[in-house]
Nanobody, 124 residues
Framework: QMKLVESGGGSVQAGGSLRLSCAAS????????MAWFRQGPGKEREFVAT????????VYADSVKERFTISRDNAENTVYLQMNSLKPEDTAVYYC?????????????????WGQGTQVTVSS
């Protein structure tokens, strides 16, 4: 069974940057589509970004396009989320997720493996 562990969260001022990491163990991520979701205070969990294992194609939520970049390093068995130009509304717990299809799905129910989350706080 695959286990996912996120890291890299923290507190940053608006306009700053953070890079989140999601380290996988138990299985290699080579044949898993990986994604990031987030859940802000009092909000539903929402899709952020995903990357396909087959094509490396990516999909982003409109709210993070041009600011966030998802990438994967299969050799390191790790997925990253580079977050630039952070805004207070990006404050949330960020979760890494994985699923076996090659589709860049944006719904949380499509993903069956989840990490425990890492907190990102952006102050104005």
């Amino acid at each position: 069974q695959m286990k996912l562990v996120e890291s890299g969260g923290g507190s940053v001022q608006a306009g700053g940057s953070l890079r989140l990491s999601c380290a996988a163990s138990g299985r290699t991520i080579n044949t898993y589509t990986m994604a990031w979701f987030r859940q802000g205070p009092g909000k539903e969990r929402e899709f952020v970004a995903t990357i396909s294992w087959r094509t490396d194609s990516t999909v982003y939520a409109d709210s993070v396009k041009e600011r966030f970049t998802i990438s994967r390093d299969n050799a390191e068995n790790t997925v990253y989320l580079q977050m630039n130009s952070l805004k207070p509304e990006d404050t949330a717990v960020y979760y890494c997720a994985a699923q076996r299809t090659a589709y860049t799905d944006t719904y949380s129910f499509e993903y069956d493996i989840w990490g425990q989350g890492t907190q990102v706080t952006v102050s104005s």
